[in-house]
């Protein structure tokens, strides 16, 4: 797989494939949201406000699952020093970064009419909240140092010791007592939810997979005409001088 790590060959590959993953990302949504939104039957206890979850568990999962992108990435470019490895980390950060903040609104929007709060101090939405300000504190990294090559060594460091708080938030309900449900869809007796309501929440989570891969590739493309046209400055730059 070495091979399609090289930057040119990764925009080739990244040419063909995009249209299809695009393709599949709409088609995914929309076979998604007509499941969650009216195929689903209602809950007997939360009517249709639990249809939330379409939404806040996808987005949930996204977060952990960027980061471990970005975890992933970053020792493989802290380790060999992969410039497309370090690449691909610094374009997930948003994005992890942008489904942590969808969890946690979804997240507050449920739990007001569950349990009458938008908001506590329960051990995952505290824990999802730091990895928000992690995701934050990663993307700075990036954007304050102008040296490339020693960013993407601190932001690798911060990356890899952050990895700890998303161990923090999967075992959190097992952990400490939260208001927070356990694990319905990965747990040892199988998922526990109607089978309607567990195909819909699979399509959406297939759905926000490949919404991720599509938005990856592009902003990993992004980055690569950034640091072409950069480089190109700098040669031209240095031959006027």
């Not at 995009?18 to 599949?24: A, K, N, Y």
């Not at 209602?42 to 960027?66: C, E, K, W």
């Amino acid at each position: 797989m070495h091979k399609f790590a090289n930057p040119a060959r990764f925009m080739r590959l990244s040419n063909i494939l995009l249209p299809w993953t695009t393709g599949l990302t709409i088609v995914l949504f929309g076979f998604g949201l007509y499941y969650s939104l009216i195929l689903a039957p209602q809950d007997y206890q939360m009517g249709n406000t639990y249809r939330i979850m379409f939404i806040h568990v996808p987005a949930s999962y996204m977060a952990l699952f960027g980061y471990g992108v970005i975890a992933v990435a970053s020792a493989v470019g802290f380790i060999w020093n992969h410039p497309l490895a370090n690449q691909a980390a610094r374009a997930t950060a948003p994005l992890g970064a942008t489904f942590t903040a969808l969890a946690l609104i979804t997240g507050s929007l449920w739990g007001k009419p569950m349990w009458g709060t938008y908001w506590i101090w329960d051990a995952r939405l505290t824990s999802m909240l730091i990895l928000f300000f992690i995701y934050l504190g990663y993307i700075a990294v990036w954007q304050t140092i102008e040296d490339q090559a020693k960013a993407a060594k601190i932001a690798a460091i911060v990356a890899m010791i952050g990895i700890i708080n998303v161990v923090i938030i999967k075992f959190s309900v097992d952990w400490w007592n939260t208001l927070h449900q356990p694990a319905t869809l990965i747990r040892a007796g199988g998922p526990t939810i109607h089978g309607d309501m567990l195909a819909a929440l699979l399509l959406m989570i297939a759905a926000f997979n490949m919404f991720f891969v599509t938005l990856l590739m592009w902003r990993i493309q992004s980055l690569i005409l950034k640091r072409r046209i950069r480089t190109l400055r700098l040669q031209l730059g240095g031959g006027r001088g």
